[in-house]
């Protein structure tokens, strides 16, 4: 890669539009009017986890936007509550043997602004032949703050290992082999990236995964300098009592096809809140019994 391919990342890319707020601060608004107050500060409070969603939030000092989870939660009294819990979306890098410190320092020059952090860190390469003897490999483990942040960089970067990969024949890789390092120009050092790992684990997953976080368990939950902290609370094992909605639409649609919302009518829809039933029919399309 030549220089005039280098790219400038604007740091202002991270803060947030005045569209963005709007449909964040609508989004709160909502949630509140539904019962789920954010929880910003306080006394430790027990909540039972509903369910979570990848979302954002805006630093008011510096208002850029960062990716988080939101989490919703039900109390033993029946209350509800939201927390946001900041997390950063990652993904690995593999590079060429002995290169990845090198590799490293290019990335932060070049995407500064975009990357969070870059760590090395050792992980298990199942594409091994022998990856059951426990032989590790070190990966660049790249943070950012956003998950558009992630995206932006992971379909940069894997143009690069497309072409790398093309051209890593035997001939290129016993040149490396005999000159090493020694006739690396600093160009070259994005090319030395040979594969991307779980740049395709979707963000709400990744966070479950890496803290142990799953839906319908009870958690002491603490917010201390605008940070989440959440306990899993075993002794607990009773769920807490939720509300519950399910509903059914019945559509007219041509025989054999989807129904198509351009022409097709709905002719019934029926609704449960809490065990008790309910049904809606549209009388122009259903004649009365």
Request: charged share 30%.
């Amino acid at each position: 890669m030549n220089g005039s391919d280098h790219r400038r990342w604007d740091r202002r890319d991270t803060r947030i539009s005045k569209k963005q707020k709007l449909i964040l601060n609508a989004e709160e608004q909502l949630e509140s009017k539904l019962g789920f107050d954010l929880f910003t500060e306080g006394d430790k409070r027990l909540g039972w986890l509903l369910t979570f969603s990848s979302s954002s939030w805006e630093d008011q000092e510096t208002h850029r936007v960062y990716s988080c989870v939101d989490l919703y939660f039900v109390s033993q009294d029946g209350s509800m509550f939201k927390a946001k819990y900041k997390y950063r979306p990652y993904f690995y890098a593999a590079t060429k043997e002995k290169m990845e410190m090198d590799v490293e320092a290019y990335l932060r020059r070049r995407y500064e602004g975009q990357i969070a952090d870059i760590e090395i860190v050792q992980k298990e390469d199942l594409d091994l032949k022998n990856h059951l003897s426990g032989l590790r490999k070190s990966y660049l483990k790249i943070s950012f703050d956003t998950v558009q942040q992630l995206m932006t960089i992971k379909n940069d970067l894997m143009h690069v290992v497309e072409r790398t990969q093309s051209r890593l024949d035997a001939t290129e890789a016993y040149e490396f082999i005999l000159t090493g390092r020694s006739k690396q120009r600093p160009q070259d050092f994005i090319e030395c990236i040979t594969d991307l790992r779980e740049y395709d684990v979707p963000y709400h997953v990744r966070f479950a995964i890496d803290n142990d976080i799953r839906s319908g368990q009870w958690y002491d939950v603490n917010v201390s300098s605008a940070e989440v902290k959440l306990e899993r609370r075993m002794d607990l094992l009773q769920r807490a009592e939720v509300h519950v909605c399910a509903f059914d639409i019945e559509t007219t649609k041509l025989p054999l096809k989807f129904p198509d919302a351009e022409y097709d009518s709905i002719m019934m829809i029926s609704y449960m809140v809490d065990g008790q039933g309910y049904l809606i029919i549209n009388r122009e399309v259903l004649t009365a019994a």
